[in-house]
Structures are given as structure tokens and as C-alpha cells.
């Protein structure tokens, strides 16, 4: 099983970039479907991108298509999420998080049993 970590966060004006990166222990990390989820305050935790093991394919939750993007470098065990256009309402905790799986079940938290501690993403307006 791999550890996750997060870095990249921080604090962007409005219309603003930040690149999030995610980090893997283990060279088992081509295994793994992986995906991007945030939290902001008081709410529940929300898909936002998802990548295949060999990057065939992305999925991404229509509230940031177009403005985000997910890649990975299995060489160097990192999935890497390109925020664009960033607004006030991006404002979260981003993880990411590994399964073996890619599938329909792609945007649901309880289908991934690897996380990471989260980065924190401001946006000020």
C-alpha cells in the first residue's frame, strides 16, 4: 500500500494558479487510479479529478472542467493537479487518494482506501 503526500497549497488571488503535486512512497504507485477530492469548512468532501494508471484517461466534476487538470508521472510517482482561473469558491483542503480500481465508482470517497493529509487552498476575492 502506498503513502500520499500533498504539497502546493497556499494562498492565490482570484483568476489565479497553483499546481498541486502528490507524492507516493512506493514504486507500486502505476497501480493505482488516482484521484483529487477537497473539503471546505461545513460542507462534505467533493470529487474533482481523476486520473487512470496509465493516464488513458481523466475525469473531472463539471465545477472545474475546463480550468483544472489532472497528470501523472509514473516515473516519479506524482500526480499533479494545474488550477486555473482559480476562484474564491475553490477554496478547500485538497487530498488526494489511490485505489486499484478506475471505474464508475471514480467520484466516491469510501471507494478509495489510500489518502493523504491534504493540502490547504485559499482563494481570496
Known amino acids: 500500500q502506498v503513502q500520499l503526500v500533498e504539497s502546493g497549497g497556499g494562498l492565490v488571488q482570484t483568476g489565479g494558479s497553483l499546481r498541486l503535486a502528490c507524492t507516493a512512497s512506493s514504486a507500486a504507485f502505476s497501480r493505482y487510479a488516482m484521484a483529487w477530492f477537497r473539503q471546505a469548512p461545513g460542507k462534505e468532501r467533493e470529487f474533482v479529478a481523476a486520473i487512470s494508471r496509465t493516464a488513458s484517461s481523466t475525469v473531472y466534476a463539471d465545477s472545474v472542467k475546463g480550468r483544472f487538470t489532472i497528470s501523472r508521472d509514473n516515473a516519479k510517482n506524482t500526480v499533479h493537479l494545474q488550477m486555473n482561473s482559480l476562484k474564491p469558491e475553490d477554496t478547500a483542503v485538497y487530498s488526494c487518494?489511490?485505489?486499484?480500481?478506475?471505474?464508475?465508482?471514480?467520484?466516491?470517497?469510501?471507494?478509495?482506501?489510500?489518502w493523504g493529509q491534504g493540502t490547504q487552498v485559499t482563494v481570496s476575492s
Open positions: 487518494a489511490a485505489r486499484l480500481l478506475f471505474d464508475s465508482d471514480y467520484d466516491r470517497p469510501s471507494k478509495y482506501n489510500t
